[in-house]
């Protein structure tokens, strides 16, 4: 059964600070990859996904990953953070097949000194 | 409909009580997940319907914890003898498919008191 790893519970930077959080799956097999945001008081919904392709994915709001096969791993990432991505991120996997649940991370409290 | 529909929004009931939640996926979509969000714990797995397979339910944390959907559209999570450790916001979400992104509800938040 797939599981999903966040390394870092509550991050917090300033402003234009750049933004790294880790996420580890654990699955044998071909996976889809997400990551969600929720912000305060909204409810979740997708920041990027990775299906196939090229793994270095775009987001919305400026938001990339990078899938790496080899580690496991879909950390996501921004140059530049800003009060408003103050949020939880989640990160999510599901292996690839037509009836494969979606198992998320534990999350990510994400906070923005303005 | 539009996006995914969740009833109640808040619900507060007495420990011992069953209580029921409500989820309306967006229509034409064949998977529904149940999720729950207790502070600090992330989104813990429940139940997963996919189309006419039965239902996945590894996820639900007692024999207490239930739910169906009928008519492969409206699903019903239903909590019985409720305990004050139930009490998290309860999330659902609908897929169309199996290789695509899932879309979330509002949640019901549930107080056991």
């Known amino acids: 059964a797939q599981s999903v790893s966040q390394h870092n519970h509550h991050v917090i930077l300033s402003e234009a600070a750049s933004l790294e959080l880790g996420c580890n799956y654990s699955y044998g097999g071909t996976v889809n990859l997400f990551w969600y945001v929720q912000y305060p008081g909204q409810h979740l919904q997708l920041l990027l996904k990775?299906?196939?392709?090229?793994?270095l994915v775009k987001g919305i709001k400026g938001f990339e990953a990078e899938f790496i096969k080899s580690k496991f791993s879909f950390n996501l990432r921004k140059p530049s953070v800003q009060w408003s991505d103050t949020a939880e991120y989640f990160c999510?996997?599901?292996?690839?097949?037509?009836?494969?649940?979606?198992?998320f991370g534990s999350g990510t409290r994400l906070s923005i000194r303005p | 409909g539009a996006g995914v529909s969740q009833s109640p929004s808040n619900k507060v009931t007495e420990k011992g009580k069953d209580v029921e939640l409500r989820c309306d996926p967006i229509?034409?979509?064949?998977?529904l997940y149940w999720y729950r969000q207790s502070l600090g714990q992330g989104l813990e797995f429940l139940i997963y319907f996919q189309g006419n397979s039965a239902p996945d339910k590894s996820g639900l944390p007692s024999d207490r914890f239930s739910a169906e959907r009928t008519g492969g559209s409206v699903s019903t999570l239903t909590i019985q003898r409720t305990q004050q450790e139930d009490s998290a916001v309860y999330l659902c979400?609908?897929?169309?498919?199996?290789?695509?992104?899932?879309?979330f509800g509002q949640g019901t938040r549930l107080t056991v008191v």
């Open positions: 999510a996997v599901n292996a690839y097949s037509s009836a494969s649940k979606i198992i």
């Open positions: 990775y299906f196939s392709g090229d793994p």
């Open positions: 979400a609908s897929t169309y498919g199996g290789n695509t992104e899932a879309f």
């Open positions: 229509s034409g979509h064949t998977a």
